[in-house]
């Protein structure tokens, strides 16, 4: 992998839903080893972004980039180079844990010993083990949703795409998700994530973006965003200042 390419592309991409620009304009690029966090107030774009980037929706205009290749014209390939974990982990409830493992497994041609390393590495350290014999439906929802990032971790994504990875988790769960995450980075992966929890997104992520009424309001690395003050501040004072020229 060429480490001074982009593993994501976003360019001057809009979505529109009826009149509502819900992305509007959007441009960004995640690299090779970037944590990349994506913060906004509710209802501001980022699963609508998301979900344009992971191509389970379309979008009107611009362009995204995997690896090179052109969401639009070559889904697959960058399908193949891509993990998604959703806001809302809705997985096959008749399948056990192990079985929806082995079928994402599958889909990705993971050989068996590849696939057993990984799945027993991450299963343990998220304590899901002895549960990934049950059905999914007995899943509460964290559960669920450690068991789709096992998923997306089991075929060592070029870009692993998360939205609000932390909600449902417990506090140890988070914290193994977080240097899991890292560590896929580290490896040359790019992680791109959402998240409301600022403080988790300043301590863990090198860039970040802010995304407001569809359009990104700031984007870079997470200390130039950021200067001498907390991203909770920068936010904050980012609707404020809005707020008083609306008025
Ligand atoms: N399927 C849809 N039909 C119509 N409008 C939609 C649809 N999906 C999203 N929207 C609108 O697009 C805008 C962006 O929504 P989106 O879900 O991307 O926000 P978000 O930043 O992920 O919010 P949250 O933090 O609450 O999850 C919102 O105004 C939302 O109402």
Redesign the pocket.
């Known amino acids: 992998m060429d480490a001074t390419a982009p593993v994501l592309a976003v360019r001057d991409v809009v979505k529109t839903?009826?009149a509502?620009r819900?992305?509007d304009g959007v441009t960004l690029d995640v690299m090779p080893g970037d944590m990349f966090g994506f913060v906004?107030?509710?209802?501001?774009?980022?699963?609508?972004?998301?979900r344009a980037i992971v191509g389970v929706t379309g979008f009107d205009e611009g362009d995204i980039r995997i690896a090179g290749r052109s969401v639009r014209t070559d889904a697959l390939a960058c399908k193949r180079a891509t993990a998604y974990v959703p806001?809302n982990p809705d997985i096959y409830e008749f399948l056990t844990g192990i079985q929806y493992l082995n079928y994402i497994a599958d889909i990705f041609e993971v050989p068996a010993d590849l696939r057993r390393e990984r799945i027993e590495a991450c299963a343990d350290r998220l304590g899901l083990t002895s549960a990934l014999g049950d059905l999914v439906s007995s899943y509460s929802h964290g559960m669920r949703q450690k068991l789709v990032l096992i998923g997306a971790l089991v075929h060592e994504p070029t870009l692993l795409v998360l939205?609000?990875p932390f909600v449902g988790l417990d506090p140890e769960a988070s914290f193994h998700v977080k240097e899991m995450l890292r560590e896929l980075a580290d490896r040359g992966s790019a992680v791109f994530f959402?998240s409301?929890v600022l403080e988790v997104v300043e301590k863990l992520c090198d860039k970040v973006a802010i995304?407001k009424q569809?359009r990104l309001r700031a984007c870079g690395p997470t200390a130039e965003v950021v200067g001498n003050e907390s991203l909770e501040d920068v936010f904050l004072d980012m609707i404020d200042r809005d707020r008083r020229d609306q008025a």
């Open positions: 839903f009826g509502k819900a992305v906004g107030h509710n209802g501001a774009g980022k699963t609508t972004l998301i806001d939205d609000e959402s409301h995304i569809g």
